[in-house]
T-cell receptor, first 110, second 111 residues
Framework: NAGVTQTPKFQVLKTGQSMTLQCAQDMNHNSMYWYRQDPGMGLRLIYYSASEGTTDKGEVPNGYNVSRLNKREFSLRLESAAPSQTSVYFC?????????FGQGTRLTVV | EDKVVQSPLSLVVHEGDTVTLNCSYEVTNFRSLLWYKQEKKAPTFLFMLTSSGIEKKSGRLSSILDKKELSSILNITATQTGDSAIYLCAVEAQGAQKLVFGQGTRLTINP
């Protein structure tokens, strides 16, 4: 049982480059989330998807887009990366008893 | 706007001490409060507290929800170096279908 699989684990981008972070869950959860974690800031919600076909902005959505491709997959796209987007990104899915997290993506924008 | 605040942000104690971590929240239509432990990578689930389950215990860890005070505490007794981690509190609102996290408490247990 893989749980939540997130790729890549590490990425370095130049300012202005684009990339997509991939996330897939095999637990048949309706809800999926993207968070970023910066030192001293806890986990901040970027976007979430309550069900297939729906997405909503979280606390810090600017500079990001998401796609809920199907029930399993929820991707996060940075169209034009900025140094302020240097962070660790976590994908999660939930059945409302607990949230399950991917292992994180450490993204550095130089 | 939903808000979760944890305190202290950082705590350093000696092995064997007892610690209490705090989480307070402001959320419309509270549904549940969750505690996570984060070591090197992804957070791992500890407890979920709801209106029907306001106290949970697992070994040396226990947590209580105070719905009147809109807060929760996480207690760890007889701490061990392996308890060193960031402890995260998250709150879920009815119908909102999202988890809002606090900043976390960085706990360091010195031998």
């Amino acid at each position: 049982n893989a749980g939540v699989t997130q790729t890549p684990k590490f990425q370095v981008l130049k300012t202005g480059q684009s990339m997509t972070l991939q996330c897939a869950q095999d637990m048949n959860h309706n809800s999926m989330y993207w968070y970023r974690q910066d030192p001293g800031m806890g986990l901040r919600l970027i976007y979430y998807s309550a069900s297939e076909g729906t997405t909503d902005k979280g606390e810090v959505p600017n500079g990001y887009n998401v796609s809920r491709l199907n029930k399993r997959e929820f991707s996060l796209r940075l169209e034009s990366a900025a140094p302020s987007q240097t962070s660790v990104y976590f994908c999660a899915s939930s059945d409302f008893t607990e949230a399950f997290f991917g292992q994180g993506t450490r993204l550095t924008v130089v | 706007e939903d808000k979760v605040v944890q305190s202290p942000l950082s705590l350093v104690v000696h092995e064997g001490d007892t610690v209490t971590l705090n989480c307070s929240y402001e959320v419309t239509n509270f549904r549940s409060l969750l505690w996570y432990k984060q070591e090197k990578k992804a957070p791992t689930f500890l407890f979920m507290l709801t209106s029907s389950g306001i106290e949970k215990k697992s070994g040396r860890l226990s947590s209580i929800l105070d719905k009147k005070e809109l807060s929760s505490i996480l207690n760890i007794t007889a701490t061990q170096t392996g308890d060193s981690a960031i402890y995260l509190c998250a709150v879920e609102a009815q119908g909102a279908q999202k988890l809002v996290f606090g900043q976390g408490t960085r706990l360091t247990i010195n031998p």
